[in-house]
């Protein structure tokens, strides 16, 4: 499943509650695909459960407004090919992307401190693919160019 981003639409990878088992397969899945290891500290998404019967899918949703970019203060994110990068070399870790970020997706790496903000895996999310429910695929949302 490759994804081919367009100038008429933007992907973003849709969480079911209904379907999730909670198992963070996703989690390890995201981080073995992005750093070669098993480790839900390292994944660019994450289940959170709220409650007995609430759980939360925190990842980068790619909001029109990009809160996260406005918020640098050393300008280290953009946005290229429909995705959030980070320029490592200006970066210094500090969070702030993190905190402006009201969608929770963004989160620092336990070890560089570099922010870890979903890519789609290059256009093959691995998270899907591995989701052993069906509890989160890929859709195309219209997003207005300026």
Do not use: W
């Not at 933007?10 to 509650?17: G, H, N, R």
């Not at 839900?40 to 409650?51: N, Y």
């Not at 200006?90 to 929770?104: E, L, N």
């Not at 069906?134 to 300026?146: C, D, I, Q, T, Y």
Request: hydrophobic letters at 35%; aromatic letters at 6%.
């Amino acid at each position: 499943m490759s994804v081919i981003v367009t100038l008429e639409k933007k992907p973003l990878i849709k969480f079911d509650v209904q379907k999730c088992a909670f198992c963070k397969i996703c989690e390890l899945s995201c981080s073995k695909y992005h750093y070669g290891r098993y480790a839900d500290s390292l994944a660019r998404i994450t289940v959170v459960r709220k409650s007995p019967l609430m759980l939360r899918c925190h990842i980068c949703t790619r909001c029109e407004k990009r809160f996260c970019i406005a918020a640098c203060p050393k300008n280290a994110l953009s946005y290229r090919g429909g995705n959030i990068v980070v320029d490592e070399k200006f970066c210094d870790s500090c969070g702030i992307c993190v905190k402006a970020c009201p969608f929770h997706g963004i989160r620092l790496h336990p070890e560089t401190k570099m922010p870890l903000i979903c890519d789609l895996c290059d256009g093959d999310p691995s998270c899907i693919k591995a989701c052993p429910k069906s509890a989160l695929s890929l859709v195309l949302l219209p997003e207005a160019r300026k």
